[in-house]
């Protein structure tokens, strides 16, 4: 259910922010390359080979993974003043720049097989690499510190709704946040993209379609005829035509989508198939022998992951998409073939 806001829900405010309705992992992504190399590398030693090399050697995961020799990205000349958090943590956030972290976040291959014509790539199957994550450690810390000072503005808030404490947006404090949480989605954007070129360079490889999006977030919309601040806490911006990514688990497929801007959900969608079991439990009550039957059955290579990742975890990905054909249609379909969490 998460705090303040369940996960996968949207809400709209007048001109106030609430860090917990945005989410801790601030403007979390998923980006998605189509890449010129055949498809068939993933069904042969030598091509899963050379895959698996590009993701070991190009992509860190793990609470505090950072790289010793940074990556490079414009991102680092933005202003890191917007708020003491990212002042003080700028340095941290350049070493941990191309990382993904831990959880739920990922780097994957797997072929595309892509159904529609209006995605300016011809129908057909191509090789593909997913990757989901976020704005690490000082997106977090970011997020630790506005939520404490909205329910230190807000005491008056019963405990039940005291992660629903805001930041009005023309105080200091919610200007601060504000600058703060659009530093976080380009410093995520970075992420990926560093990811992304360095995967793709060590391939020598080009990109012949590039889509992402993120949530954990929040926009300055209108809707109705009123200007609103739209909360999306793992749940995906779905305007019209609007292109997207729809994640289920490392089994399962992952949806390229087509927003139908249906305003009775925000213009917004799932984010992903979303979990059935928490993480204590699946420790608890889960077994990699069974996971890997499951995996080994749909042919995935599996390089690292948590047991709290496996696809047991997680809601039926069709059965989710099949329950909201109202706000987006699918584009093109990826299977994950090869993993790392």
């Known amino acids: 259910i998460g705090y303040g806001l369940p996960i996968g829900g949207v809400l709209a405010t007048r ?10 992992d601030i403007a979390c992504r998923v980006k998605l390359s189509v ?26 995961f793990g609470v505090g993974a950072k790289f010793k020799d940074r990556r490079e990205h414009s991102v680092v000349d933005e202003d890191w003043d917007v708020s003491p958090i990212t002042k003080k943590l700028k340095g941290k956030a350049h070493s941990q720049l191309g990382t993904s972290g831990s959880g739920n976040h990922f780097v994957e291959f797997g072929p595309i097989t892509i159904k529609e014509k209006n995605l300016g790539i011809n129908p057909g199957k191509y090789l593909a690499l997913m990757s989901h994550s976020g704005s690490r450690g000082v997106g977090a810390a970011v997020a630790d510190h506005y939520s404490k000072l909205a329910m230190k503005m ?24 504000w600058d703060a949480m659009e530093l976080m989605g380009k410093y995520a954007a970075a992420n990926h993209a560093c990811i992304h070129k360095h995967v793709t360079n060590y391939l020598g490889s080009n990109v012949l379609l590039d889509v992402e999006n993120h949530h954990n977030f929040a926009w300055k919309e209108t809707h109705h005829g009123e200007d609103l601040i739209v909360h999306r806490k793992g749940a995906t911006p779905a305007g ?36 059935v079991m928490s993480r204590k439990r699946a420790h608890r009550e889960l077994n990699w022998e069974d996971a890997n039957k499951i995996l080994a ?3 995935v290579t599996l390089l690292s992951a948590g047991l ?32 790392k969490m």
């Open 35 to 60: 890449l010129d190399l055949p498809p068939e590398m993933l069904e042969n030693e030598s091509g899963m080979e050379q895959l698996t090399k590009a993701i070991e050697t190009e992509t860190k």
């Open 297 to 299: 059955n749909k042919g």
């Open 15 to 24: 001109n106030s922010v609430i860090p917990y309705a945005v989410g801790v």
């Open 240 to 275: 019209k035509n609007v292109l997207g990514i729809i994640p289920g688990s490392m089994a399962s497929p992952a949806y390229v989508v087509k927003g139908k801007g249906q305003p009775e959900s925000l213009n917004s969608a799932a984010h992903g198939a979303g979990r």
């Open 154 to 177: 807000h005491h008056e808030l019963p405990d039940r709704l005291k992660h629903l404490a805001w930041l009005d947006l023309d105080t200091e404090e919610g200007e601060e946040y």
């Open 308 to 339: 709290d990742e496996v696809p047991t975890v997680y809601k039926n990905i069709d059965k989710v998409m099949e329950e909201q054909q109202d706000l987006v249609d699918i584009q093109a379909r990826f299977d994950p073939k090869l993993v």
